[in-house]
């Protein structure tokens, strides 16, 4: 399994950005796709984006399409999520996800969790 961590997590105006990382773990890294999912105060677990363990293959919810972008580093055991032009409806927690699996990530699909950071947007 993978160990995961996150940081980069704030509060944030809204139309601002945030850089999120996730630092990882574990043998199985290099070849895991990864990904991040969030979930807002009484809502459940939604994903928001991922990549393939090569990094060229990218998956993202039509919610953050065009403002979030997900990178990762193989080299330094990282993954990023940037996030631009924040809107109020973005504010959540914001989990690590690990799959050895496909990138085409769902909740039932990630192997190893993050313990979330979360981020606000005011308005």
């Known amino acids: 399994q993978v160990q995961l961590v996150e940081s980069g997590g704030g509060l944030v105006q809204a139309g601002g950005s945030l850089r999120l990382s996730c630092a990882a773990s574990?043998?199985?890294?290099?070849?895991?796709?990864m990904g991040w999912f969030r979930q807002a105060p009484g809502k459940g677990r939604e994903f928001v984006a991922a990549?393939?363990?090569?990094?060229?293959?990218?998956n993202y919810a039509d919610s953050g399409r065009g403002r979030f972008t997900i990178s990762r580093d193989n080299a330094k055991n990282t993954v990023y999520l940037q996030i631009d032009s924040l809107k109020p409806e973005d504010t959540a927690t914001y989990y690590c996800?690990?799959?050895?699996?496909?990138?085409?990530?769902?909740?039932?699909?990630?192997?190893?969790w993050g313990k979330g950071t979360l981020v606000t947007v005011s308005s």
């Open positions: 990549i393939s363990w090569t990094g060229d293959m990218k």
């Open positions: 574990g043998r199985t890294f290099s070849s895991s796709a």
């Open positions: 996800a690990a799959s050895t699996n496909s990138y085409r990530m769902t909740v039932g699909s990630v192997e190893s």
